[in-house]
């Protein structure tokens, strides 16, 4: 119930997302990381596109 990792790794997904946020390429994550794929990564975007449209949000109203 904790942070999401990468199938059969301990490697969090926010840690890949935050490398890649900063310029990293995904050639050099992958080398650093040998037991990531590419198509994982890429899933790790799918992933978050996911959740963060599910994200219900509820306005505050103006008066409150």
Same mark, same amino acid.
């Given at each position: 119930?904790?942070?999401? +990792?990468?199938?059969?790794?301990?490697i969090? +997904?926010? %840690?890949i %997302? &935050?490398?890649?946020?900063s310029g &990293?390429t *995904?050639e050099?994550i *992958?080398e /650093?990381?040998?037991?990531?794929?590419r &198509? /994982?990564i890429?899933?790790?975007? !799918?992933?978050?596109?996911?959740?963060?449209?599910?994200d +219900?949000?509820?306005?505050v109203? !103006?008066?409150?």
């Amino acid at each position: 119930m904790g942070k999401p +990792v990468f199938a059969g790794t301990r490697i969090p +997904v926010d %840690l890949i %997302l &935050e490398r890649i946020s900063s310029g &990293e390429t *995904l050639e050099s994550i *992958l080398e /650093a990381h040998p037991r990531l794929t590419r &198509e /994982a990564i890429l899933a790790s975007f !799918a992933f978050v596109s996911h959740w963060m449209r599910s994200d +219900v949000v509820y306005p505050v109203p !103006a008066n409150a």
